[in-house]
């Protein structure tokens, strides 16, 4: 089975812009979440999707949104980008929306510099 | 509120030594436990998870962690480290009835000397 896959793996963009970052969750997997990864904060939650549907949010700006498509693909968009907005986001899946007792099976990241 | 604590922000041990890393979390009832591991340019890694049950539990990659409810900690074990465990380790913890998210602490980066 392929992994988890994110597009793209590395973005520059300036402030003010926004961007979007796709995550392929592994097959037959129906939950998706994101996690921002800088130096000073750490891993951070950002959202989860399953089935399409919004089930939990971080401690995030309005600025950073998600969706998750029908096939389970989800994309994260980030608009009005800030300096500190620069990071790895990393996406992460697991088969079933219930407690996290699953397994979240991580893909390698989008690394995002904001100039 | 909940939170995990790793003390040891880099840690240096020789090839073949054993190996701990710390891990302290803060949470009210019985959490659900990670250690994830994260090699430069990768994502995260599952090396173990504790639910419930004995409280010693085994990994991938020959590692172990021990939950200890009284000193609320859940630390990682290896009793000969190699030079391809060289990382950085993640623990966490996954609150109960918040799907699937994790609350990270904030990493301890293994060296290994040959």
């Known amino acids: 089975k392929a992994g988890v896959t994110q597009t793209p793996r590395y973005l520059i963009k300036t402030r003010g812009q926004q961007v979007t970052l796709s995550c392929s969750p592994i097959?037959?997997?129906?939950?998706v979440s994101w996690y921002q990864q800088t130096p000073g904060q750490g891993l951070q939650f950002l959202f989860e999707?399953?089935?399409?549907?919004?089930?939990n949010k971080g401690n995030f700006p309005g600025r950073f949104s998600g969706r998750q498509f029908s096939n389970s693909r989800s994309e994260m968009n980030v608009s009005t980008l800030e300096l500190g907005d620069s990071a790895l986001y990393l996406c992460?899946?697991?088969?079933?929306?219930?407690?996290?007792?699953?397994?979240?099976?991580f893909g390698p990241g989008t690394r995002l510099t904001v100039l | 509120a909940q939170s995990v604590t790793q003390p040891d922000i880099h840690i240096t041990v020789s090839e073949g030594a054993s190996l701990e890393l710390r891990c302290n979390y803060s949470?009210?009832?019985?959490?659900?436990l990670f250690w994830y591991v994260q090699s430069p340019g990768q994502g995260l890694q599952l090396l173990l998870k504790?639910?419930?049950?004995?409280?010693l539990v085994q990994g991938i990659k020959g590692f172990e962690a021990e939950f200890k409810r009284s000193q609320s900690s859940f630390n990682l074990r290896k009793p000969s480290v190699h030079w391809s465990d060289a990382a950085e380790y993640f623990c966490a913890v996954g609150p109960y009835n918040q799907g699937g998210k994790l609350i990270f602490g904030q990493g301890t980066e293994l060296s290994v000397k040959p």
């Open positions: 949470y009210g009832a019985t959490p659900y």
């Open positions: 097959s037959g997997h129906r939950s």
């Open positions: 992460a899946s697991r088969p079933g929306g219930g407690q996290s007792t699953d397994t979240q099976y």
């Open positions: 999707y399953f089935s399409e549907t919004q089930r």
């Open positions: 504790y639910f419930s049950g004995d409280t």
